[in-house]
């Protein structure tokens, strides 16, 4: 057994930063020294991490020296350049940025799902899924490995802090704007009014609305959210032909991704038998009775680690189709739990040698 090895947390103080280091505070403790890094205006302050404040340091090439695994929060430009100095230094990192998912020699890695892929990582990079597929996948495998999938159509419902600190206060701000007028709502425009310019990262007001939009635009209309959907799910379930469509519209909730989801399989599917997959699948809770109101919601899933799914049923109208809707804290395992769980296990590779 080799010496406990040293995590660099890179993007500390962001809003997935914060969340990793309240899960290093109440994981298993795989580390030994654990250093913080952040842009300049960070550099300084002190952050509460595993039962002891530690000091967040400037980002440089030097920094990396000494340290075994470095796990990236930070916007995918920053980790494009700054992953390979941390593996010229000797690291493996982890790419929570989405700058290096859909290289073919980077595996993208889900626990739960696909681990062994992380054996060849020639680059010394793991990518970490989009959150919103992440929240929906550790659903859809365990029902793939007993059904055989070959099609997905979705629909997601993105939390406001998918786009980061930024969106939760765009958020809070218009609704703290539009709180006590009961009348917003009732004629075109009126909320767009209330709100003003303080649009944030979203293209149109998100208080008392829904915004049929995430991401960038790409090819033909689609957004970049839609495209990792479909990119994503086919390389973490090893499916290059997976047949899927989605749409992605942000919600005026603070944290929470949900997806509605309707898989069609190979084989005739049974309710029930699809329910018993779900109930023994590692990160899944089941939450479905309809007749008590219990479903899987946002509210409930916040700060907690599994996706929670309900409202499963076959389809009326194919034997061999699911629906099903799923949430998850898109800053837990959409993010920050997704990477901590990939460096825990090079950390146990790495003390294991």
Known sequence: MGALPTLAVVGATGAVGTVMCQLLSARRNMWGEIRLFASARSVGRRVWCRGEELTVEALTPEAFDGVDVAVFNVPAEVCAQWAPVAVARGAVVVDNSGAFRMERDVPLVVPEINPQQMSHRPRGIVANGNCTTLAMIVAVAPLHREYHLRELVVASYQAASGAGRAGTETLYAQLGKVAGDRALGSRPGDVRQAVGDELGPF??????????????????????????????????????????????????????????????????????????VLRN?????????????????????????????????????????????????????????????????????????
């Open 203 to 276: 293209p149109a007001p998100l208080a008392l609305n829904v915004v049929p939009w995430a991401g960038l635009l790409v090819d033909d209309g689609w957004s970049t959210e839609e495209m990792e959907l479909r990119d994503e799910s086919r390389k973490i379930l090893g499916l290059p032909d997976l047949k899927v469509s989605a749409t992605c519209v942000r919600v005026p909730v603070v944290s929470g991704h949900s997806v509605a989801v309707h898989a069609v399989f190979a084989a005739e599917v049974d309710t029930e038998g699809a329910r018993q």
């Open 281 to 353: 699948a590692p990160g899944v809770i089941m939450v479905d009775d309809p007749e008590t109101g219990e479903f899987p919601m946002p509210i409930d899933a916040v700060g907690t680690d599994p996706s929670w799914v309900g409202r499963l049923r076959r389809s009326l109208d194919d034997p061999r189709a699911l629906d099903f809707f799923v949430t998850g804290d898109n800053l837990r395992k959409g993010a920050a739990l997704n990477t901590a769980q990939i460096a825990e296990l090079i950390a146990k590779e790495l003390t294991t040698r």
